[in-house]
T-cell receptor, first 115, second 114 residues
């Protein structure tokens, strides 16, 4: 079991460009979460997805950010027209479906730097 | 919504001493409280968790206590070692129909000096 896989690990973008971050959950996990960690801060919930469904996006900025988890392929967090304040580590986590076994396993993170 | 506060923000101890990190939460419906350890540049890793039907849980040198009435929980590390140096995050959530929306504290940077 390869664990939660995220790519790219590091991404550099100039202001105004788009950033796409990908996350493949652990085998057997059907829930994907995205968290953002600003430098020297804790993790902030952004969005929770199941296959083809956004369940809770209460932590997503209203503009420029979107997420999807298609039937086939990884979950994608997309940031359009990036600004310097988007520079952060973006962690994906997954959990299984079973109630009471919802331990989150985090990926290694994608570190976005906006120049 | 849930709000989690964590203290202290930094903690320096000598090797072999004990370390205690404390968190409080606001939502009385929260019932799952994990602790994560994050080394520099690495992913957060679960080290121990506790559910609200127990008051204490121990795993070797690590223990967590939960006081539901006061809405606070603590991480205790005994016989600290230099490799325990990391940032520790507490979190709280309401386990509910498979949705695990963790709210994290702001972290405690633990430094264990040899």
């Amino acid at each position: 079991n390869a664990g939660v896989m995220q790519n790219p690990r590091h991404l550099v973008r100039r202001r105004g460009q788009e950033a796409r971050l990908r996350c493949s959950p652990m085998k057997g996990h059907s829930h994907v979460y995205w968290y953002r960690q600003l430098p020297e801060e804790g993790l902030k919930f952004m969005v929770y997805l199941q296959k083809e469904n956004i369940i809770d996006e209460s932590g997503m900025p209203k503009e420029r950010f979107s997420a999807e988890f298609p039937k086939e392929g990884p979950s994608i967090l997309r940031i359009q027209q990036v600004v310097r304040g988007d520079s952060a580590a973006y962690f994906c986590a997954s959990s299984p479906l079973s109630l009471g076994a919802n331990v989150l396993t985090f990926g290694a993170g994608s570190r976005l730097t906006v120049l | 919504g849930e709000n989690v506060e964590q203290h202290p923000s930094t903690l320096s101890v000598q090797e072999g001493d004990s370390a205690v990190i404390k968190c409080t939460y606001s939502d009385s419906a929260s019932n799952y409280f994990p602790w994560y350890k994050q080394e520099l540049g690495k992913r957060p890793q679960l080290i121990i968790d506790i559910r609200s039907n127990v008051g204490e849980k121990k795993d070797q040198r690590i223990a967590v206590t939960l006081n539901k009435t006061a809405k606070h929980f603590s991480l205790h590390i005994t016989e600290t070692q230099p490799e325990d140096s990391a940032v520790y995050f507490c979190a709280a959530s309401k386990e509910d129909t498979g949705f695990q929306k963790l709210v994290f504290g702001t972290g405690t940077r633990l430094l264990v000096s040899p």
